[in-house]
């Protein structure tokens, strides 16, 4: 089910939300808000996932279990020295809703990433002061190239051709369209974008306006947190200054491990030990959606293979059903 034809290229919050309802209504699905997994486990006996609702009694029993929490359920908190020091507003980026709240302060926002970006660009619009820490390289690409989405005209050259000559393609547009953004502290790395998303899942920016302002010099880019004080950070350089508030755009980590009980297929860090394409199916009815590392193309890859084959089982068991009962 695709978007209206009247959407823009990029939907707004209130028409993505207002999609998302009109699905729920046109594939007759009920969703239970509100309601947190307190534990699933595999009952070996019964051969049946059990998962219990927390404060409440009900118990949902099912043949199969589709784990699609995610690799960015919760929010990753780092360990700064001399965090719960900080005597000004400290916030992780879940949180953030607009840079109104920051308007004419300084603030730090530790983060380079998509996240950290836009809040820095966001920030700016309300005349706050946005330090950002850039602490590794980073890949910066415009969000489109020759009116057409980044991602959509990667994904498009991949079918054609290799992923190390698609990445050289976009880093060569890159430069053309930005410059060279080691100028101004941020560092490309030597793997191609696509390359390390695919590796390490981190995912390069798209500029949707934030570079202009770190060139113009309305962004600060500063280098790594050594320690937080009371009324701001240090810095690995040495430099010491003061903040109003602190914003953490370090990113998001798997749930899996704090309800998913006795369960081998995820490793430690709720992640699938199985790697793209094939994490999917974990064996005894279990499945996962969105732990590829790859976006929302990875998760519709997944969503696909799961559909299929939890309908081919249920083709065979009403079939099997049909025949005892003819």
């Known amino acids: 089910m695709g978007f209206p034809a009247n959407f823009p290229k990029y939907p707004s919050k209130k028409q993505f939300i207002s999609y998302m309802e009109n699905y729920a209504i046109n594939f007759n699905l009920n969703p239970k808000f509100n309601t947190e997994v307190e534990s699933a486990k595999f009952d070996e006996e019964t051969m049946n ?9 009900i118990e949902y029993v099912s043949k199969w279990l589709i784990v699609a929490t995610g690799e960015n359920a919760e929010p990753l908190i780092p360990e700064i020295q001399g965090i719960e020091k900080f005597s000004g507003k400290l916030v992780h980026t879940s949180l ?25 660009l966001d920030l700016c619009r309300y005349d706050a002061m946005p330090h950002m820490v850039v602490r590794n390289s980073v890949h910066i690409l415009p969000r489109e190239m020759f009116g057409l989405s980044t991602f959509g005209v990667a994904m498009a050259l991949l079918k054609w051709f290799p992923l190390r000559l698609v990445d050289k393609f976009l880093l060569l547009v890159a430069n053309l369209t930005l410059g060279n953004t080691d100028q101004v502290g941020l560092r490309r790395p030597k793997t191609g974008p696509l390359e390390l998303k695919n590796a390490t899942g981190k995912t390069p920016v798209l500029d949707v306006g934030a570079f202009s302002l770190i060139k113009s010099g309305k962004i600060k880019v500063i280098e790594g947190v050594k320690e937080i004080t009371k009324n701001g950070a240090k810095f690995t350089d040495g430099q010491e200054r003061e903040f109003d508030s602190i914003i953490l755009a370090t990113g998001y980590k798997s749930n899996v491990p704090f309800w998913l009980k006795d369960c081998e297929f995820f490793s430690d860090d709720g992640m699938p030990k199985v790697p793209f ?7 005894k009815g279990l499945y996962t959606v969105g732990f590829t590392r790859r976006g929302l193309l990875g998760t519709a890859s997944d969503a696909i293979q799961v559909a299929k084959d939890i309908a081919d089982q249920w083709r065979t068991i009403k079939g099997h059903n049909e025949i005892l009962y003819s």
């Open 96 to 120: 953030y809703k607009s840079g109104n709240d920051f308007g004419n302060q300084r603030v730090l926002v530790i983060g380079c990433g998509n996240s950290g970006m836009e809040v820095s």
């Open 277 to 283: 394409p094939n994490g999917w199916k974990g064996g």
């Open 49 to 57: 996932w059990r998962v219990i609702i927390k404060g409440d009694e």
